[in-house]
């Protein structure tokens, strides 16, 4: 992506099942060689962190942990912190109300630092952050979020 400098950069995704290859997983995988696109997660972490993309992985189970600790180690190269949003155990045990009411917590914490770090917004000498989501979660309905009128 083409970033505008004054741009906050951010990315997020969304694991379910860790990418192709033995190095980033473990169980069952058609191919064991690699993704047969090309693509490797370290390259593509190592790009993520060289360009200053604040990026948070969403996991919603435990089979990504190895993929997560090489994209992790691959992020951190520049004194980087990646971003690790635990949802396993709210998807093995809540509604996907309240876990979509979890995700958007997180996601709009994220969010508020990364604008108050880019503008400067302060309180006190701190980084103000908002301790309530940007939006509500009630008003996200499949995938599409519902305005006022």
């Known amino acids: 992506m083409v970033w505008m400098p004054e741009s906050i950069k951010q990315a997020f995704h969304l694991f379910d099942a860790p990418g192709h290859g033995s190095d ?4 069952d995988d058609s191919h064991r060689a690699g ?4 693509f490797k997660i370290q390259d593509q972490m190592k ?3 060289d360009r200053g993309i604040e990026f948070t992985v969403i996991k919603v189970n435990n089979r990504c942990e190895k993929m997560i600790r090489v994209m992790e180690s691959c992020y ?3 004194g980087r912190k990646l971003n690790i949003t635990d949802l396993s155990d709210a998807c093995a045990k809540k509604s996907s109300a309240d876990i979509t009411k979890d995700f958007v ?10 604008v108050g770090n880019a503008f400067g917004a302060t ?3 701190k980084t103000a952050q908002k301790s309530e989501p940007l939006w509500d979660p009630k008003k996200f309905v499949h995938g599409q979020y519902l305005s006022q009128t």
């Open 47 to 49: 790009e993520f962190s």
């Open 76 to 78: 951190n190269i520049n």
């Open 24 to 27: 980033i997983c473990d169980g």
């Open 123 to 125: 309180s006190g000498g």
């Open 105 to 114: 917590a997180a996601t709009s914490f994220i969010m508020s630092r990364a």
């Open 35 to 38: 993704s047969p696109d090309g």
